[in-house]
T-cell receptor, first 114, second 110 residues
Framework: KNQVEQSPQSLIILEGKNCTLQ??????????LRWYKQDTGRGPVSLTI?????NTKSNGRYTATLDADTKQSSLHITASQLSDSASYIC?????????????FGTGTRLLVSP | DAGITQSPRHKVTETGTPVTLRCHQT?????MYWYRQDPGHGLRLIHY???????DKGEVSDGYSVSRSKTEDFLLTLESATSSQTSVYFC?????????FGQGTRLTVV
């Protein structure tokens, strides 16, 4: 069964510090992997999308990496800000399927403390 | 929010009553989706549409129906709401390359 597992479930860090969120998946083959940010009470917003052939993708202070051999991805947040407090969701798209077959992780809830 | 509006944003309803949630888009996108989000679960697809009057079931479609009579509107109906349908519902538009989510509807069935 295609699965996406994220760790940790929740994380508290001090403002200004860096952190790394993990995503392990069993989806194979896959076409792309996405990271979404979801603020409380809002819908998910795309941060990065990587194809299976890409190793890294950046969006400002957010950098996603992908290791297709180990089926792992990480999202690194640099110099965290209070506004980074949110849930971060890893999503994998199986190869040759549409958006309707996306496999979602349960997310990591990040709290950035002043 | 990429021109996606969900209504209502919050609703409390009684068990056994019908409920309809609306998703309206201004992007003229062909594909639209309804998801539910529950603690401990990733977003789960309920139904999706690939054009006017063209819909298909998702992973958790039991107890739900949808309709799409216009490109811009996608309706999700709970024919007879149950407590297990208490959830946050998200509409999305897009395709494999990129997708956008609405702000969600929090539905409580009491």
């Amino acid at each position: 069964k295609n699965q996406v597992e994220q760790s940790p479930q929740s994380l508290i860090i001090l403002e200004g510090k860096n952190c790394t969120l993990q995503c392990n998946y069993t989806v194979s083959p896959f076409s792309n992997l996405r990271w979404y940010k979801q603020d409380t009470g809002r819908g998910p917003v795309s941060l990065t999308i990587m194809t299976f052939s890409e190793n890294t993708k950046s969006n400002g202070r957010y950098t996603a990496t992908l290791d297709a051999d180990t089926k792992q991805s990480s999202l690194h947040i640099t110099a965290s800000q209070l506004s980074d407090s949110a849930s971060y969701i890893c999503v994998v798209s199986p190869m040759n399927t549409g958006f309707q077959k996306l496999v979602f992780g349960t997310g990591t809830r990040l709290l950035v403390s002043p | 929010d990429a021109g996606i509006t969900q209504s209502p944003r919050h609703k409390v309803t009684e068990t056994g009553t019908p409920v309809t949630l609306r998703c309206h888009q201004t992007e003229n996108h062909r594909y639209m989706y309804w998801y539910r989000q529950d603690p401990g679960h990733g977003l789960r697809l309920i139904h999706y549409s690939y054009g006017v009057k063209d819909t298909d079931k998702g992973e958790v479609s039991d107890g739900y129906s949808v309709s799409r009579s216009k490109t811009e509107d996608f309706l999700l109906t709970l024919e007879s709401a149950t407590s297990s349908q208490t959830s946050v519902y998200f509409c999305a538009i897009g395709s494999d390359g990129q997708a956008f989510f609405g702000q969600g509807t929090r539905l409580t069935v009491v």
